[in-house]
Each structure stands twice: as structure tokens, then as C-alpha cells.
């Protein structure tokens, strides 16, 4: 067994509410279940903990929303952890008091992620969120008095109802807070979720309107010094967020909870998301239900193609090499799309403005038996 992994991803599912456009895994309140559920989760880490380094570099609490969670049950939780550089909890504006950002400093977190998604009540109730501008303006106020130097907020776009205007002011309130970083993602609605439903033709307008959203998020961003370092995010001050950062990397990663993924050795893992069977696995010792997934080098090194060149750092080209095809790479360095530097690849400015589009050409087929 592995003991070189160095990433540890922790799924808390408990949601007050669900959200319409979330697709995440989420339990909505079960707080009877929150105990058995931290129980599960110790459990599961002691199984695994022999693949985990001894010095762990990352660790991501994510959900659902972990700030949900009752506060000793997450205290206990994060105290059984092991420590890292970087410790992020995930935290809904509305769930974050003096006492809670107090907890989390005492556990050691050393990042908070914060999902304002909007300042404009209108957009907010749209997205089914419950949070309230002043509530995320208080709630950064309550995490810079216990000390927190790196927070992160997350801001959507694309959402029905929303012009350029409104995405401006968003910025603009963001950007007065002075966080250390921001993710800002086009919102997806998924086919069949009732918001989809609710909101089928304005989405359809949004998404003619989403690269102009984009450029704008961009260059209001980037002008006001915060550095574009991954497709959806930006950061101040050397501030990456280097639990991401491993993902886009191909860095092995460690996940533990229900719906949580692993990948290990060339190995990948997804928990299966039924919490009574989480629960009740790992109360007799055993490993939860999963899904496994070996991965074929061919498939790493295409995914190392596909998340490296989200980053604005150059992916190096012998990483890459046999998932290239290297007449689409002429072409689109002729267009202006890619450029080589030093060993390197990066897409150009306009390249990461068409993303995927761009990446997609860049693959070849490759059958999957054709290297080991």
C-alpha cells in the first residue's frame, strides 16, 4: 500500500437546504446523523491513514456544507485529522459566527472557503440561497477576527436574470472585502434538475452572453492585481489554492465520506453516496461500497493534458507528449491559441478564453493498450 499520499480531500454532506442547482452530494439536516456520520469518518481515515505520508501537505473539507455540521461533532472531527500546510473547510455565509470561526482556528484550518456566489438578494433567491449580502460581509468580518489570513470567496455568473451590471457590482463587492482569493465559475445547470426546469430559456440567453461574462470576470480581476493562475481562479500574494493545485497536477489524492473519489497507484475510487451503508461498513471495520476505476497510463496522461493546461504555469511537454496530437498543435500555435515555453505548453490568453475547445483538439487518439 501506497504511503506516499500527500492530499487528503474530507466530505461533510449536511446541508441546511439544497440549493436548485446543486449536484454535489448533500444530505438536507439529518443532525441526528451528524455523530455517526464523524464516527465513520475517523473510522475510514484509520484504514487508510497507512496510505497517507507522514507529512500530509493539503487537507480540503468540502460538502455539502461542513459549517452545517454540529459544532462538536466538527471539532472532533478536525482534531482527528492530520495536520497540514494548508487546511480549507468550506463555509456557507449564514452558518459562520464569532464561535465557529473561533472553532475553526483552534483546529488548525488555516484557509476558509466562503460561498457568497452573489451580492444581489434578487440573484441570491434565485439561486435558492439563503445567505444574505450582509450575511457574507459579516461572516468575512467574523473569519479576519480569528486570525484568518487567507479567505477565499466564491462567486457565480451566468445566472438567470443576471447583466453585465450586476456581475460588475459583484466584483466590485468582492473585491472591497479584499479577499486572498476568488473561484468564480459559470453556473451549469444540470439537464433534468428542477432549476433547469424553472429556468430553461433564460439559461439558454446566459449562455450566449457566458464568454463575455467571462472576459469581463477576468480583466476586472486581473486589474485589480489578483493573478489569473487556473481557469476559474485567481489569487493574491502567492496564495494558490495548493489542494486544487494538486488535482490540476495529477497529484495522487486521498478521499474520504460518502460520494468522496481517491486516486491512488493508478488506481481511482468513489464512495458510493448511501449513507446508511457508509455507516454501517465501517461500524464492523470494513471498507465502504465503492466503485473502482483502474486507470490506463494512456487515461493519465490525457487527464494530465486536460487539467495541466487550465493553469498558467507551462505543462511540461515530455509529461504530455504521447497524448498530443501534434499536427492540431501546429495548427492551433499558428492561431495563436498555444505557445511552447522553455519545455513547456501554455494556452495564450486567447486560448484559455476558449478552454476545453482548445484542449479537446490537442488530444490524439490514442488506444489505451498502446502504452503501459
Given at each position: 500500500?501506497?504511503?506516499?499520499?500527500?492530499?487528503?480531500?474530507?466530505?461533510?454532506?449536511?446541508?441546511?437546504?439544497?440549493c436548485g442547482?446543486?449536484?454535489?452530494?448533500t444530505?438536507?439536516g439529518?443532525?441526528?446523523?451528524?455523530?455517526?456520520?464523524?464516527?465513520?469518518l475517523?473510522?475510514?481515515l484509520e484504514l487508510?491513514?497507512?496510505?497517507?505520508?507522514?507529512?500530509?501537505?493539503?487537507?480540503?473539507?468540502?460538502?455539502?456544507?461542513?459549517?452545517?455540521?454540529e459544532?462538536?461533532e466538527?471539532?472532533?472531527?478536525?482534531?482527528?485529522?492530520?495536520s497540514?500546510?494548508e487546511?480549507?473547510?468550506e463555509?456557507?455565509?449564514?452558518?459562520?459566527?464569532?464561535?465557529?470561526?473561533?472553532?475553526?482556528?483552534?483546529?488548525?484550518?488555516t484557509?476558509?472557503s466562503?460561498?457568497?456566489?452573489?451580492?444581489?438578494?434578487?440573484?441570491l433567491?434565485v439561486?435558492?440561497?439563503?445567505?444574505?449580502?450582509?450575511?457574507?460581509r459579516?461572516?468575512f468580518?467574523?473569519?479576519?477576527?480569528?486570525?484568518?489570513?487567507?479567505?477565499?470567496?466564491?462567486?457565480?455568473y451566468g445566472?438567470?436574470?443576471?447583466?453585465?451590471?450586476?456581475?460588475e457590482w459583484?466584483?466590485?463587492?468582492?473585491?472591497?472585502?479584499?479577499p486572498?482569493h476568488?473561484?468564480?465559475?459559470?453556473l451549469e445547470?444540470?439537464?433534468?434538475?428542477?432549476?433547469?426546469?424553472?429556468?430553461g430559456?433564460?439559461?439558454?440567453?446566459?449562455?450566449?452572453?457566458?464568454e463575455?461574462?467571462?472576459?469581463?470576470?477576468?480583466?476586472?480581476?486581473?486589474?485589480?492585481?489578483?493573478?489569473?493562475?487556473?481557469?476559474?481562479?485567481?489569487?493574491?500574494?502567492?496564495?494558490?489554492?495548493?489542494?486544487?493545485?494538486?488535482?490540476?497536477?495529477?497529484?495522487?489524492?486521498?478521499?474520504l465520506?460518502?460520494?468522496?473519489?481517491s486516486?491512488?497507484?493508478?488506481?481511482?475510487w468513489?464512495?458510493?453516496?448511501?449513507?446508511?451503508?457508509?455507516?454501517?461498513?465501517?461500524?464492523?471495520?470494513?471498507?465502504?461500497?465503492?466503485?473502482?476505476?483502474?486507470?490506463?497510463?494512456s487515461?493519465?496522461?490525457?487527464?494530465?493534458?486536460?487539467?495541466?493546461?487550465?493553469?498558467?504555469?507551462?505543462?511540461?511537454?515530455?509529461?504530455?507528449?504521447?497524448a498530443?496530437?501534434?499536427?492540431?498543435?501546429?495548427?492551433?500555435?499558428?492561431?495563436?491559441?498555444?505557445?511552447k515555453r522553455g519545455?513547456?505548453?501554455?494556452?495564450?490568453?486567447?486560448?484559455r478564453f476558449?478552454?476545453?475547445?482548445?484542449?479537446?483538439?490537442?488530444l490524439?487518439?490514442i488506444?489505451?493498450n498502446?502504452?503501459?
Amino acid at each position: 500500500m501506497s504511503s506516499s499520499v500527500r492530499h487528503l480531500y474530507v466530505h461533510l454532506p449536511f446541508c441546511a437546504w439544497r440549493c436548485g442547482y446543486c449536484d454535489f452530494v448533500t444530505l438536507v439536516g439529518r443532525r441526528g446523523d451528524h455523530g455517526r456520520y464523524v464516527d465513520a469518518l475517523v473510522a475510514e481515515l484509520e484504514l487508510e491513514r497507512d496510505r497517507l505520508a507522514a507529512e500530509v501537505e493539503t487537507v480540503f473539507v468540502g460538502g455539502g456544507t461542513p459549517t452545517f455540521t454540529e459544532p462538536p461533532e466538527l471539532r472532533r472531527l478536525l482534531e482527528a485529522l492530520p495536520s497540514a500546510e494548508e487546511v480549507t473547510v468550506e463555509a456557507n455565509p449564514e452558518t459562520v459566527t464569532p464561535e465557529l470561526a473561533a472553532l475553526l482556528s483552534e483546529c488548525g484550518v488555516t484557509r476558509v472557503s466562503l460561498g457568497a456566489q452573489s451580492f444581489d438578494e434578487r440573484l441570491l433567491d434565485v439561486l435558492d440561497r439563503r445567505a444574505r449580502p450582509e450575511d457574507v460581509r459579516r461572516a468575512f468580518y467574523d473569519l479576519r477576527d480569528a486570525n484568518f489570513d487567507n479567505i477565499s470567496l466564491d462567486l457565480i455568473y451566468g445566472i438567470p436574470g443576471q447583466e453585465p451590471a450586476d456581475l460588475e457590482w459583484d466584483l466590485g463587492e468582492a473585491l472591497a472585502l479584499g479577499p486572498e482569493h476568488l473561484s468564480c465559475y459559470e453556473l451549469e445547470a444540470k439537464p433534468g434538475t428542477r432549476f433547469t426546469h424553472a429556468h430553461g430559456e433564460e439559461l439558454e440567453r446566459q449562455a450566449e452572453s457566458m464568454e463575455g461574462y467571462f472576459e469581463l470576470v477576468v480583466d476586472t480581476l486581473t486589474d485589480a492585481g489578483y493573478r489569473w493562475y487556473e481557469t476559474a481562479n485567481f489569487c493574491r500574494d502567492g496564495r494558490r489554492a495548493r489542494h486544487n493545485l494538486a488535482y490540476w497536477l495529477g497529484r495522487d489524492y486521498l478521499g474520504l465520506g460518502i460520494g468522496s473519489v481517491s486516486t491512488v497507484d493508478g488506481l481511482r475510487w468513489r464512495n458510493l453516496p448511501a449513507l446508511p451503508r457508509y455507516v454501517s461498513a465501517l461500524a464492523d471495520g470494513k471498507a465502504p461500497p465503492r466503485e473502482l476505476e483502474p486507470l490506463a497510463a494512456s487515461t493519465q496522461t490525457q487527464e494530465r493534458l486536460m487539467l495541466g493546461l487550465r493553469l498558467d504555469d507551462p505543462l511540461p511537454f515530455a509529461e504530455v507528449a504521447a497524448a498530443l496530437d501534434l499536427a492540431a498543435l501546429g495548427r492551433l500555435e499558428g492561431l495563436g491559441l498555444v505557445e511552447k515555453r522553455g519545455d513547456g505548453l501554455v494556452l495564450t490568453r486567447r486560448g484559455r478564453f476558449l478552454g476545453g475547445g482548445v484542449t479537446a483538439e490537442l488530444l490524439a487518439e490514442i488506444p489505451a493498450n498502446n502504452y503501459n
